[in-house]
């Protein structure tokens, strides 16, 4: 009987340290991670949506009217910036910036510089931290592209015989992710919806022949890749040298992308070997998500 009892008294003791032990263990917390992390990213780029609306309506048809671009085709790269901090709340600048470029195949969207690791942040002492949030913008900027310059820093940079106001251009919403433990996955949904259904600028439909080479010109005018890039001052605005030019599709219609605030004269040319040249002054300012026609045969 009294073995009985020591017996029971050392097992109630031994559950005692085990319960003790566990708690100890629940209130210490977890050492940081400082071993490198691969950041997992996973992008999901929402539907094209077309250009839909036009100016004016005439009794006649003028030329072959199509929406110009309707989905996302085999080449189309949209631009991301990650900006990594230190802390959850994001306060004071970013530790780190990566730029990514994801092109679409025609069926997915493919990061061209692959797989990467992104180390834990080394400070003065040499004491490592894993980032714990993430800001990322995207752009669909057909224009543009990255550059990164001998200081290591990354600037968006023209693209040469891609003229601003010939293509379409957006910038979506920025999408922040946090980690109190340290970033481990990115879930990107890019989406350009909103923007694609106010379009924050208008198109200009020039009537052509099909395969013409078309050049426009306006005192003003704003680039819907100024736009998507938040570049609305009039440091941006076209003088009188400046241009844009595309050839016309198939069915004869070259589209140039932009705004303007005031009356505007704009100067179009067909450059083939019978150059013609046509001078269109609109009186009004432009609406957005509206198409402009002007007609060059």
Excluded at 12 to 19: C, P, R, S, V
Excluded at 66 to 84: A, C, F, H, R, Y
Excluded at 163 to 192: V, Y
Aim: proline fraction near 3%.
């Amino acid at each position: 009987m009294i073995l009985t009892r020591r017996i029971s008294k050392v097992l109630w003791m031994l559950l005692d340290i085990l319960a003790l032990t566990s708690c100890q263990q629940e209130e210490i917390p977890n050492a940081e991670d400082n071993t490198p992390r691969a950041l997992s990213i996973q992008v999901n780029v929402a539907n094209y949506l077309p250009f839909t609306s036009e100016a004016y309506t005439r009794v006649a048809v003028v030329g072959m009217p199509d929406v110009g671009k309707t989905k996302w085709v085999d080449g189309d790269n949209i631009l991301i910036m990650i900006s990594l901090y230190l802390t959850a709340d994001m306060q004071g600048a970013a530790k780190k910036q990566i730029p990514l470029t994801y092109q679409y195949d025609g069926m997915k969207w493919n990061c061209i510089e692959g797989d990467f690791k992104v180390k834990p942040y080394k400070d003065q002492y040499n004491q490592h931290h894993n980032y714990k949030a993430a800001r990322i913008t995207g752009y669909y900027l057909p224009t543009h592209r990255w550059l990164t310059r001998s200081d290591g820093s990354t600037i968006l940079e023209e693209i040469k015989d891609v003229h601003l106001g010939s293509k379409e251009a957006f910038a979506c919403k920025s999408i922040e992710q946090t980690d109190a433990n340290g970033l481990r996955q990115l879930d990107l949904n890019i989406d350009f919806s909103e923007e694609m259904k106010s379009r924050p600028y208008s198109r200009i439909r020039i009537v052509a022949n099909s395969g013409s080479k078309v050049q426009i010109q306006g005192v003003g005018f704003l680039t819907a890749s100024n736009i998507a890039r938040g570049e609305y001052t009039r440091l941006y605005k076209w003088e009188a040298t400046s241009k844009a030019i595309v050839f016309a599709d198939l069915n004869g219609n070259a589209f140039f992308y932009g705004k303007w605030e005031s009356p505007i004269t704009f100067t179009v040319k067909t450059l083939t070997s019978s150059e013609k040249t046509k001078t269109i002054t609109v009186s009004l300012p432009s609406i957005n998500g509206t198409s402009y026609v002007i007609d060059m045969r």
